[in-house]
């Protein structure tokens, strides 16, 4: 009888045994299927969002030319054909006009220079970039523009510079073009653990939400989400457009 309860209880701890290495085995078994499923998506994540930067710089690059381009038929161009008939027709009374036109043309190929240079896109520094355009709004009289910075000027991942600069052209360039606005602030506002940008227009303004993706604010705001940033918008009909952008760094 002893025997025989011996004998099973060997069978049942083997069994038991059994069904424990199956369950260990077919928990491992889930655990690796699961992680290279995450390991998967991480790639996928990965591949993605290198592939939206490498758009995104692209983007950059494309409106930086067609700004280059624009000033140098329209701006600089005029400018060295007024300095052209200035100095067909100089005088000693008007040197000093040619010299000025000269020392213009002169700073705005200067200013040209700065963005033609192609590691001023891969190497973007938030503030100088958009300095850089608050400067050339002004300097072609566009829209009168402002850059405020508050805080100490922290550097952030290179990458998020470049789709947080891409995400505030889009809206200077929805301002200029479709608000009608006379007036465009720009705030940074940095921490140690938070950078806060605040982009204000006093234009037309829009309320319907078809307006809202009319003009391309589910792309900044999806843009925002790749960075881990948010992006708000407010406006009111002819009180003008505010974008909030809220980075932890």
């Not at 470049?162 to 007036?183: G, M, V």
Request: proline residues 0%; hydrophobic residues 40%; aromatic residues 6%.
């Amino acid at each position: 009888m002893d025997k025989t309860n011996t004998e099973i209880i060997i069978i049942i701890f083997t069994i038991i045994i059994l069904f424990v290495t199956i369950g260990i085995i077919l928990l491992f078994t889930i655990f690796q299927k699961r992680k290279n499923e995450l390991l998967k998506q991480q790639k996928l994540a990965k591949e993605e969002f290198e592939k939206e930067i490498a758009e995104t710089q692209i983007e950059i690059r494309e409106e930086t030319l067609r700004n280059i381009s624009w000033e140098l038929h329209d701006n600089i161009g005029q400018l060295l054909t007024l300095a052209k008939i200035q100095l067909q027709n100089t005088t000693k009374e008007n040197v000093k006009e040619v010299s000025e036109t000269i020392t213009k043309g002169l700073n705005e190929v200067r200013a040209l220079s700065k963005l033609i240079n192609p590691e001023a896109i891969n190497n973007i520094n938030l503030k100088e970039a958009v300095q850089l355009e608050v400067d050339r709004f002004n300097r072609l009289e566009f829209i009168k523009s402002s850059l405020t910075i508050t805080g100490s000027d922290i550097d952030i991942d290179k990458k998020a510079t470049i789709i947080i600069f891409r995400i505030l052209q889009e809206f200077f360039s929805n301002t200029i073009k479709h608000s009608k606005a006379s007036e465009l602030s720009v705030c940074l506002s940095y921490t140690e653990s938070h950078l806060k940008i605040v982009a204000k227009d006093n234009g037309v303004g829009f309320l319907s939400e078809e307006k809202k993706e009319g003009i391309g604010l589910i792309n900044i705001k999806n843009r925002a989400k790749l960075i881990g940033a948010e992006a708000l918008f407010t406006s009111e009909k002819n009180k003008g457009t505010t974008l909030e952008i809220n980075y932890k760094l």
